[in-house]
């Protein structure tokens, strides 16, 4: 099915399944332990071996040796394969670095070796034995030192745009703001690691695996491996949190696959935390520099966002000047990312790539700017408002509610009743409200299901689309239910399963709409194959409470099945309503926080969360993405931040000990509102998504509290206390 125009009435808009708070259908087996991760699959009767990772010791060069001879001999080892036993492999075409394979070092704690054993334990014991004979060469770590040689990224990856004379408009505006702002390097730090389990038999692969992306593995797998996709199943039906990282192939399922075959024997890897910070992707750091020039009345007339930002050779930049493009009004503009070379483990997509980032920044100079101007911060977002493209006018956006996000949220938190900055203390505190607007792109790809109709009336959807604890099974199984008109216990669902159609997966706040749509489109095909087997016009047919009507005929659904069943299988592709209209999702954050006046420490008391993101296909589990995006949104305010050795080329604090997430203490009372609206330009569903959605500007409405709370303006990520200690009131 292609989606070209835009939806009218279908059988989503009975919302008697879809849009309902259904609580999700796979949490009894997560909340009593029975849902098995991919570390975890388990058979009494297979005889599983561990592998232990060896990660390089230097950030870049060559191997000139490899000693493993101790670590062969070590207690219940069974193999070592090192890089320079499987020569150069091929590389995946969504990573940057390699995974394996060669004698060069391109950064620190890249695989280089994969002890297996017959316990973790031994494996790991073993690992330490193993030696390395380096030839190390100079590599740059900093990118505050290398934004001299920063070059423009390819074209096809992201140009520079420019509309109208910001230069000019620049100089002449009456008020204006430049100033510079500055992110950190920050890890995914989901709770279940990077973990598989392999198994051949015979030129055949198994993996069981932690992936977002099922597709993308499994053809970058054989593209590692030299071999014939065809020959490997992935599974992975339950995932422990992604955010990204999990998006693109990593090392354990390429030393679990090379482990395997040298032992004949299942192998387990886990990458040790650790290799979570250096070993796999993470957020780079960015540097921006934002300018707005306003008239006195606060109208926008010029607006640039420039960006720097680091990755190996062959990657690409930190798209953090994405959402300037679009989000406010103004005639000059122009925005331009510049990407220098950095040999640092791979930078990549974490939650809401981007926009994330990138609203850290602009979020501030908006509140700066309303601050030169006298004006109120949410004010001053609404009068610059735009319904359409800023830089491409005659493409209007399909839906855009920012400013009733704001008025909403304004009048749910109180706005009122902000107080005048460092005007406001309750014994030791000094509190402060701060509001920022949330933007991310509505993104859709191809998403495919089968979908089954048995002779007891169950409906089985089977789909390679993944759950990374968002809510996947349960909004497929009501898509599935609304569509056949069943209830949701009538509705199995399957997932995570190579061989099962090719779905969008999981990340990019794409997979919710694009997932459903494909159900929405193979739903379609099963109805059309129902009626035509009962011989009823399928432009009058009803499917509801388990049964098919036409006319005065019904049927139940069971008996339309028959004893062989019927079964409908489709992929949703997409038109091109993305390029006559420009799709987003908007939002407003409000935080409220205390400054201790003596320390600096900082508390949030309060958070809010208003979302106009389409149709909601589940409150329930919708809010759960937002309420963890805004934790997130939390730590990238306050205390996220990976610390580069910039003398060896590491990540420091790479385990959960030094690289501070949120704690349940650190999160104090968390409000979120959806606005009521549907996108026909969106997909069948008239859905978007919202889980990145739900962390764009919540860190900087941390910032803009605090500001209020204290008179300090902190423009360096995270805002700890030593940013905060100096600028506060004398204290007795």
């Keep these: 099915m292609e989606f070209n125009t835009p939806a009218t009435t279908n059988p989503i808009d009975q919302l008697k399944v879809v849009g309902q708070p259904i609580h999700r259908i796979d949490g009894q087996l997560k909340t009593t332990g029975r849902a098995i991760y991919a570390y975890e699959w388990h058979d009494a009767n297979v005889p599983y071996v561990y592998g232990y990772p060896v990660g390089a010791s230097i950030a870049k060069g060559k191997i000139k040796s490899i000693e493993v001879t101790a670590a062969k001999r070590a207690p219940g080892v069974l193999s070592v394969v090192t890089t320079l036993d499987v020569g150069d492999l091929g590389k995946g075409r969504f990573n940057t670095a390699k995974l394996f394979g060669g004698d060069e070092i391109q950064h620190y704690h890249q695989a280089i070796a994969v002890v297996v054993a017959h316990s973790f334990e031994e494996a790991r014991a073993a690992a330490?034995?193993?030696?390395?004979?380096?030839?190390?060469?100079?590599?740059?770590?900093?990118?505050?030192?290398?934004?001299?040689?920063?070059?423009?990224?390819?074209?096809?990856?992201?140009?520079?745009?420019?509309?109208?004379?910001?230069?000019?408009?620049f100089k002449s505006a009456p008020v204006t703001l430049d100033e510079t702002y500055t992110t950190p390097d920050q890890s995914h730090s989901m709770m279940e690691p990077h973990a598989s389990i392999a198994l051949w038999e015979g030129d055949e692969l198994t993996v069981w695996t932690s992936s977002q992306m099922i597709d993308w593995w499994r053809s970058d797998l054989a593209t590692t491996l030299g071999i014939d996709k065809q020959k490997i199943h992935l599974m992975s039906p339950f995932v422990g949190g992604g955010f990204g990282g999990k998006l693109f192939l990593r090392a354990d399922a390429v030393l679990a696959a090379f482990g395997a075959k040298a032992v004949g024997r299942p192998v387990k890897v886990a990458l040790p935390r650790p290799f979570m910070a250096n070993n796999t992707t993470h957020r780079p750091a960015t540097r921006q520099r934002i300018r707005i020039g306003a008239d006195r009345d606060g109208k926008i007339t010029a607006i640039a966002h420039e960006s720097w930002s680091g990755d190996l050779p062959g990657g690409g930049p930190e798209t953090a000047v994405n959402q300037t493009r679009l989000l406010y009004a103004g005639a000059n503009r122009m925005t331009a990312m510049r990407l220098a070379t950095l040999d640092l483990p791979e930078g990549n997509a974490m939650r809401a790539p981007g926009e994330a980032p990138g609203l850290m920044a602009l979020e501030i100079a908006i509140?700066?700017?309303?601050?030169?101007?006298?004006?109120?911060?949410?004010?001053?977002?609404?009068?610059?408002?735009?319904?359409?493209?800023?830089?491409?006018?005659?493409?209007?956006?399909?839906?855009?509610?920012?400013?009733?996000?704001?008025?909403?949220?304004?009048?749910?938190?109180?706005?009122?009743?902000?107080?005048?900055?460092?005007?406001?203390?309750?014994?030791?505190?000094?509190?402060?409200?701060?509001?920022?607007?949330?933007?991310?792109?509505?993104?859709?790809?191809?998403?495919?299901?089968?979908?089954?109709?048995?002779?007891?009336?169950?409906?089985?959807?089977?789909?390679?689309?993944?759950?990374?604890?968002?809510?996947?099974?349960?909004?497929?199984?009501?898509?599935?239910?609304?569509?056949?008109?069943v209830g949701v216990d009538k509705v199995a669902v399957q997932l995570g399963d190579s061989r099962f159609p090719v779905s969008a997966g999981s990340g990019g706040q794409f997979g919710a709409n694009s997932s459903t749509s494909g159900v929405y489109a193979a739903c379609v095909k099963l109805r059309e194959a129902v009626a035509g087997k009962l011989g009823f016009n399928s432009d009058d047919v009803v499917f509801e409470n388990g049964q098919v009507r036409s006319g005065s005929h019904t049927v139940p659904l069971a008996e339309a099945a028959g004893d062989e069943g019927l079964v409908g299988e489709d992929t949703m592709n997409w038109g091109d309503l993305t390029k006559t209209h420009q799709q987003s999702t908007f939002g407003a954050h409000f935080v409220?926080?205390?400054?201790?006046?003596?320390?600096?420490?900082?508390?949030?008391?309060?958070?809010?969360?208003?979302?106009?993101?389409?149709?909601?296909?589940?409150?329930?589990?919708?809010?759960?993405?937002?309420?963890?995006?805004?934790?997130?949104?939390?730590?990238?305010a306050l205390s996220e931040e990976l610390a580069v050795d910039t003398r060896h080329g590491f990540f420091v604090n790479h385990d959960l000990a030094g690289y501070e997430v949120p704690v349940h203490a650190d999160i104090p009372h968390q409000e979120v509102i959806f606005m009521d609206e549907a996108d026909p330009m969106s997909s069948p569903m008239k859905a978007k998504g919202v889980g990145e959605l739900g962390l764009c500007g919540v860190s900087a409405a941390v910032a803009n509290a605090i500001h209020n709370a204290t008179g300090i303006r902190v423009r360096h990520y995270p805002i700890t206390l030593d940013k905060l200690i100096g600028g506060l009131p004398d204290v007795a």
């Design 128 to 169: 330490a034995l193993v030696k390395v004979d380096y030839e190390k060469q100079p590599g740059a770590f900093d990118l505050a030192a290398a934004m001299g040689s920063a070059v423009k990224p390819h074209e096809s990856q992201e140009p520079d745009t420019a509309v109208g004379d910001f230069d000019g408009a």
């Design 592 to 636: 409220e926080v205390g400054v201790d006046v003596a320390t600096g420490e900082t508390r949030i008391r309060r958070m809010l969360a208003v979302c106009a993101a389409g149709r909601i296909l589940n409150p329930i589990t919708a809010r759960s993405q937002v309420i963890g995006a805004m934790t997130m949104g939390a730590g990238g």
């Design 367 to 485: 509140d700066e700017m309303a601050e030169k101007l006298g004006m109120d911060p949410i004010q001053f977002r609404i009068i610059n408002d735009t319904q359409v493209d800023p830089e491409k006018p005659e493409r209007p956006f399909s839906q855009r509610n920012l400013n009733g996000c704001l008025t909403l949220g304004a009048e749910r938190f109180g706005w009122s009743q902000r107080p005048k900055i460092g005007s406001r203390r309750e014994g030791n505190w000094l509190v402060g409200m701060g509001v920022a607007a949330a933007f991310r792109n509505n993104l859709v790809l191809p998403s495919g299901a089968r979908v089954k109709l048995d002779r007891e009336g169950v409906v089985t959807v089977e789909t390679d689309m993944t759950d990374i604890g968002t809510g996947s099974y349960t909004i497929i199984a009501q898509t599935a239910a609304e569509m056949m008109g």
